[in-house]
């Protein structure tokens, strides 16, 4: 069984020194093949920042691969705003803000979400979703299918409506369609799962959506405390077979704890036909 670690918003420069030490041993003791790290790796975006980020992601088993969210930009310092964005973040984490993955069983494609021009917001461009689009019918069947991305496409809650990705009504059913299994992602500090529908009747597909909970940061959201999750995922004889595990710290006894556990119907259609596009 494949296992993918998920973690998301840990804001360097608001991290807990013991949620770290524990989201470690967690890593070590799953063996992911690999850790998805979807943005808001830094508080403001300081070099220092991104250098104990780095440093502790290389403590991991596995390979990380990031993507920037919003924090992970200068707020205040407009000149590197404006001319280098991505100043920091390119040195700690290297110069492509749109990592992929790939290996037998998962395709994991990187979106950078981030805008310097916005404050918060996310968007995702026409030729974004193209891009994704050709990756994930480049898949073969047998692969989980996955987006990392920052902003989410989905609320649970009224009040992060104003959250959501700029550009998900056409880039989430557009993605559905060509063969989204799982769209991962993070900014609200708010964990759940959801699922995510094909544009109406064309291909007939499901697909789903991940939030993480910020992995280390004080900036918990209310009493929701620090989370990541654990993807884990089997294809055998045409079946795909995958959870989603979220777990979070518990202070008490010092360590991240099951907490939850979605099982996902992953749909077998793979992606549209080329007679389905043409129609
Ligand atoms: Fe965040």
């Not at 296992?3 to 989201?23: A, N």
């Not at 000149?79 to 390119?90: C, S």
């Not at 559905?176 to 500090?189: E, K, M, P, S």
């Amino acid at each position: 069984m494949t296992c993918v670690l998920h973690i998301s918003d840990p804001h360097f420069g608001t991290e807990q020194p013991l949620v770290m030490l524990s989201l470690l041993r967690l890593a070590h003791e799953h063996q992911p093949e690999i850790t998805l790290l979807t943005g808001d790796i830094t508080q403001r975006a300081r070099r220092t920042q991104f250098a104990a980020a780095r440093a502790f992601v290389q403590q991991f088993p596995a390979p990380v691969i990031a993507v920037p969210g919003n924090h992970d930009i200068p707020l205040f310092k407009l000149l590197a705003r404006t001319f280098n964005p991505y100043g920091n973040y390119k040195q700690a984490f290297g110069s492509n803000l749109e990592p992929e993955y790939e290996s037998n069983g998962l395709l994991v494609i990187g979106l950078n979400t981030s805008r310097p021009s916005r404050h918060k917001d996310g968007a995702v461009s026409g030729a974004q979703i193209d891009r994704v689009s050709r990756r994930l019918r480049e898949s073969r069947p047998e692969q989980l299918r996955m987006i990392m991305q920052h902003h989410p496409v989905r609320a649970r809650e009224e009040s992060d409506m104003s959250n959501l990705l700029i550009g998900r009504e056409m880039a989430v059913p557009t993605w559905v369609d060509a063969g989204l299994d799982l769209l991962i992602g993070g900014h609200i500090h708010l964990p759940y799962v959801w699922p995510l529908h094909g544009h109406h009747g064309k291909s007939g597909r499901k697909g789903w959506t991940a939030q993480a909970g910020t992995a280390l940061s004080t900036r918990v959201r209310g009493d929701t405390p620090n989370s990541v999750n654990l993807v884990m995922h089997e294809y055998s004889l045409g079946l795909h077979e995958c959870r989603v595990e979220r777990w979070d710290y518990c202070a008490q006894q010092d360590t991240f704890l099951p907490a939850h556990t979605n099982t996902l119907i992953l749909s077998c259609e793979h992606r549209d036909s080329p007679i389905a596009e043409m129609t």
